[in-house]
Nanobody, 118 residues
Framework: QVQLVESGGGLVQAGGSLRLSCAASGRSIGSYIMAWFRQAPGKEREFVAR????????VYADSVKGRFTVSRDYAKNTVYLQMNSLKPEETAVYYC???????????WGQGSQVTVSS
């Protein structure tokens, strides 16, 4: 089992920045893919980014390229999502996830609300 605990959501003005954290515990996640998704009210869950835990391979959705950055702290078993130049339409609940293959993720965090005001 893997437990994912998210933190760092909140309210920010358009153009601002936030950093989300996703701390993993439980079994080793060395071979897992860590991913971020978001879900806005009334919309389907949307892929944001994914990263293999043990490599530098990171994939971003086109909508966030150049503004969002995924990083990892191996000592803390934590993955981060740095979000810059946020837009009001990016208001959503952001989820981190872990799994063996994209897009199949068996473990999910509780979600963090990100609200971007205009």
């Amino acid at each position: 089992q893997v437990q994912l605990v998210e933190s760092g959501g909140g309210l920010v003005q358009a153009g601002g920045s936030l950093r989300l954290s996703c701390a993993a515990s439980g079994r080793s996640i060395g071979s897992y893919i860590m991913a971020w998704f978001r879900q806005a009210p009334g919309k389907e869950r949307e892929f944001v980014a994914r990263a293999y835990w043990s490599t530098t391979n990171i994939v971003y959705a086109d909508s966030v390229k150049g503004r969002f950055t995924v990083s990892r702290d191996y000592a803390k078993n934590t993955v981060y999502l740095q979000m810059n130049s946020l837009k009001p339409e990016e208001t959503a609940v952001y989820y981190c996830a872990a799994g063996g293959a994209h897009p199949q993720y068996g473990y999910w965090g509780q979600g963090s609300q990100v609200t971007v005001s205009s």
